[in-house]
């Protein structure tokens, strides 16, 4: 998928991969919902980056993610505690402050606890 800022590939395109594969229920989903600033600056280079990072953290389920004129990326943790330990990632901690500084007019972050799901 592209952003709609960028020529970059954010995320995988396969389709096997769009919806992520989780464990059975309770597990964590970091929900983070922003809308960007006018081109690139890096962004979608960043983005990348983050993704590969954050599937290399121990907790790390899976992610998924849309971008239209509000992106939502939604990443799966095993546990609090690895949401934390990602969200406090030395090089995830400069992502944030460019985010805040070039990339985001604003955003929102939700944890939530996922209790049940379902496929189809």
């Not at 590939?9 to 309770?26: G, M, N, R, V, Y």
């Not at 990348?48 to 993610?65: D, H, I, K, P, Y």
């Not at 949401?83 to 030395?90: P, S």
């Amino acid at each position: 998928m592209s952003s709609d800022n960028s020529n970059a590939t954010l995320f995988s395109e396969d389709s096997e991969e769009l919806i992520a594969s989780t464990p059975q229920p309770p597990y964590y989903a970091v929900i983070f919902t922003s809308v960007r600033t006018p081109g690139d600056e890096g962004y979608g280079d960043m983005a990348v980056e983050m993704e590969r990072l954050a599937r290399q953290q121990e907790g790390f389920l899976g992610v998924e993610s849309a971008r239209n004129n509000v992106g939502i990326t939604v990443s799966y943790w095993q546990s609090e505690e690895a949401i934390k330990n990602w969200k406090a990632n030395a090089r995830h901690l400069f992502a944030q402050q460019q985010g805040r500084e070039k990339w985001y007019q604003n955003y929102t972050v939700r944890i939530c606890k996922v209790e049940r799901d379902y496929t189809f």
